[in-house]
């Protein structure tokens, strides 16, 4: 039996589990009022974040593609249902080939650096099953159709006169990419073989930055849409390309909090590819691949 994982992220399954959560990813008990604050943003976009809903749909659509052959199941890193324990059970039902497919678009220590770590160990805890991992999604040709399907449809009714379009991903410390983190070169690499293809003006920018007070990348979203609101832009197309599914950064950070502070231009926000065929069919492709 084969088995494939989708591996994401994560998030707190309840609002009482964002501090625990937030100290897995930062490593250190994070101080009460960062809790406070980020629970408000999940009490506003109602108490819940969508990511688990929105990966098993992902998982049972690949599930069609892949057919009976196959187990797929879904697993997060930094919150349940943890990587171990869902390999666990895929072993337990007969699985002796397991493929991960992390669902980020980009490579970075926090997601997908930390995925290999965590299968890494389990690789020694089952010598029996062998264990495939495969990133590289924004460079599958379907992703990249994918988006741009979505921006041929979104920037119909505007002219390149008074419209731009804005790429986002997570921002991170600027540290990461000093170390090396190829990020950066990925994320930029993508939005090029999208955006060239429309005759709209276009930039990337970083969304969502952490409070630590150490440097991040530049430029943040908010810097952009600034300087082109004072250059007469009319209408912001923003997409999300570093997530492949919508959560809190996306339903918070770009649909409430940043509307509010530009209320005076017109931002159109893009939806993440969450289950759209295209995002299923190259995460088909990645598989494929791997059993190639
Ligand atoms: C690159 C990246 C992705 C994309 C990964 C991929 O998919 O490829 C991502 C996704 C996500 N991040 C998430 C949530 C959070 N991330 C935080 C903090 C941080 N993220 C970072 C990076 C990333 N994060 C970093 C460098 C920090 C600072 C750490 C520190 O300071 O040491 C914090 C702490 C508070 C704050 O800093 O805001 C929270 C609550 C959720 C869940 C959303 C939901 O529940 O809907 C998701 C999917
Ligand atoms: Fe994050």
């Known amino acids: 039996m084969k088995a494939v994982v989708l591996v994401a992220f994560g998030c707190p399954d309840c609002l009482e589990n964002i501090g625990p959560f937030m100290e897995r990813i930062m490593g250190r008990t994070p101080p009460p009022a960062l809790i406070a604050a980020v629970r408000s943003r999940y009490e506003k976009i109602g108490g819940k974040s969508p990511l688990t809903e929105i990966t098993s749909q992902q998982a049972r659509a690949l599930k069609t593609l892949l057919g009976s052959e196959f187990l797929v199941d879904f697993a997060y890193q930094y919150w349940r249902p943890e990587i171990p324990e869902v390999v666990f059970n895929l072993v337990q039902k007969g699985a002796k080939t397991i493929y991960f497919l992390p669902m980020s678009a980009f490579n970075s220590q926090v997601s997908t650096g930390a995925y290999q770590k965590t299968i890494k160990n389990l690789e020694e805890k089952f010598p029996e099953i062998k264990f495939y991992f495969k990133g590289g999604l924004a460079e599958e040709p379907y992703f990249i159709e994918a988006h741009r399907q979505l921006l041929t449809t979104a920037l119909q009714p505007f ?59 530049k430029p943040e979203v908010d810097d952009v849409i600034i300087s082109w609101q004072n250059q007469g832009v009319e209408n912001i197309i923003v997409n999300p390309i570093g997530f492949v599914a919508d959560h809190i950064e996306t339903l ?41």
Do not use: C
């Open 159 to 217: 002219s390149p006169k008074n419209t731009g379009i804005i790429f986002t991903a997570h921002n991170l410390p600027k540290k990461a990419i000093e170390q090396g983190d190829p990020y950066f070169a990925e994320f930029l690499k993508t939005v090029e073989a999208i955006a060239r293809t429309f005759p709209f003006p276009w930039r990337y920018a970083f969304q969502s930055k952490g409070k630590s007070g150490e440097e991040w990348l």
């Open 252 to 292: 918070y950070d770009l649909d409430i909090e940043l509307k509010e502070k530009f209320s005076t231009v017109n931002i159109v926000r893009l939806p993440a590819l969450n289950d759209h065929p295209l995002l299923i069919k190259a995460l088909h492709q990645l598989v494929q691949k791997m059993e190639g």
